[in-house]
Nanobody, 125 residues
């Protein structure tokens, strides 16, 4: 599956932004889908995911209550709605998909097979 992330940009502290991840070549059906981010000089970290089974959602503690991951199956698109943004959210955001990943591995970026190209989110004070 090929993934294309979009929607990044510059936003002020406290603002909101919605990222999109479009899948092509194959649908998201049967896949877990997730968002990760990587700030300069830091490792890629887990943000949120929709699990492969049951379609449940998992969030990193530092975004819980502020970010919402969702999927539009008809558009083959996964979204990440981000609100109450702060400087700590500045990073390149990547979407990912995997057809075999289990929930206990979902926070580990090395376990995901397919990645989008990343979209930059910059939060200014």
């Amino acid at each position: 599956v090929q993934l294309q992330a979009s929607g990044g940009g510059l936003v002020q502290t406290g603002g909101s932004l919605k990222l999109s991840c479009l899948a092509s070549g194959r649908t998201f059906r049967g896949h877990a889908v997730g968002w990760f981010r990587q700030a300069p000089g830091k490792e890629r970290e887990f943000v949120a995911a929709i699990t492969r089974t049951h379609g449940g959602t998992i969030y990193a503690d530092n975004v819980k209550g502020r970010f919402t991951i969702s999927m539009d199956n008809a558009k083959n698109t996964v979204f990440l709605q981000m609100s109450s943004l702060n400087g700590g959210d500045t990073a390149v955001y990547y979407c990912a998909a995997d057809a075999r990943i289990i929930n206990s591995s979902i926070r580990r970026p090395e376990q995901w097979d397919f990645w989008g190209q990343g979209t930059q989110v910059t939060v200014s004070s």
